[in-house]
T-cell receptor, first 111, second 109 residues
Framework: NAGVTQTPKFQVLKTGQSMTLQCAQD?????MSWYRQDPGMGLRLIHY???????DQGEVPNGYNVSRSTTEDFPLRLLSAAPSQTSVYFC??????????FGSGTRLTVV | QQPVQSPQAVILREGEDAVINCSSS?????VHWYRQKHGEAPVFLMI?????EQKGHDKISASFNEKKQQSSLYLTASQLSYSGTYFC??????????FGRGTSLIVHP
């Protein structure tokens, strides 16, 4: 039982490049979310999903896209990377009324 | 809108108690509490649902006052392992939490 798996762990992008952060969970959780963590800002919700085929925007969705074609996978796409997107990204999943299990994070630097 | 946590930081000696508060400007359905150690992912502590309940295990407990839109996390007889940043997450009608900025807790021997 791997839990929530995020890849890659580290990534450096040039401004304007696009990339996809991968997230997969093997716990059959319905709810999945993406957060970004910046110093002093806590965890801010980017996008979330309450089931396969259903996604919605969080607090800071601009510049990011998501899709949820299966229960297991919830990739986050950066459309055109900007230095302001330098952050640590966490994917998390939950079986509705329980707490969230977080992945180990992706540290992204945009230069 | 992010919930507001207070205090921003707490420094304790082993065995002392601490309270971390979380308040929201909107009606709450659930409150989550997590602890994050430096360089690691947040770890779930507990969730409190609408109904004004109190939960706890071992020496960490929490209360939820939905009328005041507030929750508090109580750490009793703190241990070195309690050090980290504590986050509360609140939701208004679903189980999708919006997190506060965190409270840094440092426990000294």
């Amino acid at each position: 039982n791997a839990g929530v798996t995020q890849t890659p762990k580290f990534q450096v992008l040039k401004t304007g490049q696009s990339m996809t952060l991968q997230c997969a969970q093997d716990m059959n959780h319905e709810y999945m979310s993406w957060y970004r963590q910046d110093p002093g800002m806590g965890l801010r919700l980017i996008h979330y999903s309450v089931g396969a085929g259903i996604t919605d925007q969080g607090e800071v969705p601009n510049g990011y896209n998501v899709s949820r074609s299966t229960t297991e996978d919830f990739p986050l796409r950066l459309l055109s990377a900007a230095p302001s997107q330098t952050s640590v990204y966490f994917c998390a999943s939950s079986p509705t009324d329980r707490g969230y299990t977080f992945g180990s994070g992706t540290r992204l630097t945009v230069v | 809108q992010q919930p507001v946590q207070s205090p921003q930081a707490v420094i304790l000696r082993e065995g002392e108690d601490a309270v971390i508060n979380c308040s929201s400007s909107k009606a709450l359905y659930s409150v989550h509490w997590y602890r994050q150690k430096h360089g690691e992912a947040p770890v779930f502590l507990m969730i409190l649902l609408k109904g004004g309940e109190q939960k706890g295990h071992d020496k960490i407990s929490a209360s939820f006052n939905e009328k005041k839109q507030q929750s508090s996390l109580y750490l009793t007889a703190s241990q070195l392992s309690y050090s980290g940043t504590y986050f509360c997450g609140t939701s208004g009608g679903s189980y999708i939490p919006t997190f506060g900025r965190g409270t840094s807790l440092i426990v000294h021997p």
